[in-house]
């Protein structure tokens, strides 16, 4: 049981009557006693600032209070079975409201954040879904976000941060080897379509990115993680550079310069290339350097080493080439 607060000094009270009018609002019918658990003070302190809030309200247009200028409740409920049941609501109705779309807008984008396993609390994301819905201007559209071939795997990363056991799972590594890994999972992020797990390698004894697309037989362990989220530091940026990069010198537009993002060699400076900006870039191997070239078409050209640009011409070729067979 919630320690009763001792009488309300002003301030207090009215950062009580702020929350209690809200409260009241989200619950159609609730007991004096469910109200006083749930804010942790006494019956009476309820019943009186019930009594207060039924004499508050604003002026109309005469600039005098009407009866349909305050708040009022359900008198017999109220004092025949200690019940509040608001039957008038006045000023709080008169605030902005989220319209239709919007709140569908941000609906979504909570399901979308109920996904990953840091979200521990998800009780507070539906009451919240819930409060949106109900609150807008007009009935939301139904919405809900896409399932993927991750959605099983992202269902046992919570599980495991909820039960705080290791995951274990075989990995196919950007360099094509393929090992088992058991991991502490301390973060989800996505980038773009792909999902992406950090945590602590216990292979590698070191903090560790994965792809969840090339994870496989991921199960939950019976060992109990050895680092939380608070016990180490996880860098702002996704991806960080390793000794053992590839350094790959690009030429790309100006405009785009900004899209190589993390490729970036740090401390390089842009040179001017007949209209381009000259740069230099890490990858972890000449393959993944195929698929950033094909996100920048027409803006990106590889101008060595003579590895790196023979792979990238032979694999656009290789795609070219299927196009002749599909016709």
């Known amino acids: 049981m919630a320690e009763r607060k001792p009488p309300f000094q002003a301030q207090d009270k009215l950062a009580f009557l702020l929350s209690l009018v809200p409260y009241l609002m989200d619950h159609d019918r609730v007991t004096v006693h469910e109200a006083a658990e749930h804010f942790g003070v006494t019956d009476q302190q309820i019943r009186d600032a019930v009594s207060l809030i039924v004499v508050s309200g604003i002026p109309g247009a005469t600039h005098q209070y009407q009866p349909e200028d305050l708040f009022d409740i359900a008198w017999d409920d109220f004092e025949q079975h200690d019940e509040i ?52 201007s007009g009935l939301p559209s139904a919405v809900a976000v896409e399932g993927s071939d991750t959605d099983e795997t992202l269902a046992l ?3 495991a941060v909820d039960s705080g ?4 799972f075989d990995y196919l590594s950007s360099r094509g080897d393929f090992e088992r890994r058991n991991v502490d999972p301390l973060r989800v992020d996505t980038v773009d379509a792909d999902w992406y797990l950090r945590g602590w390698d216990h292979l590698r004894e070191a903090i560790r990115t994965f792809r969840l697309d090339r994870m496989s037989r991921p199960e939950l362990t019976t060992t109990p993680i050895s680092r939380r989220g608070a016990d180490v530091t996880l860098p702002d940026t996704l991806f960080a550079g390793s000794s053992d990069d590839l350094t790959v010198t690009v030429d790309v537009a100006p405009s785009a310069l900004a899209l190589l993002g993390e490729y970036l060699q740090e401390g390089t400076q842009p040179v001017p290339v007949d209209g381009m ?30 590895e790196a640009r023979r792979m990238v011409r032979d694999w656009a070729l290789a795609g070219a080439d299927r196009y002749g067979e599909l016709d």
């Open 165 to 168: 056991v290791q995951l274990s």
């Open 85 to 136: 049941v608001l039957t008038n609501m006045v000023a709080i109705d008169e605030s902005p409201r989220f319209s239709a779309r919007e709140a569908a807008a941000l609906i979504a984008g909570l399901q979308y954040l109920s996904a990953l396993p840091e979200n521990a609390d998800r009780a507070a994301i539906a009451s919240l879904t819930d409060k949106l819905s109900r609150g807008a």
């Open 157 to 159: 990363i919570r599980q």
């Open 277 to 306: 900006l000259r740069v230099t870039i890490r990858v972890a191997h000449f393959h993944s350097l195929k698929r950033l070239i094909a996100s920048l078409p027409d803006v990106a050209t590889v101008v060595g080493p003579p």
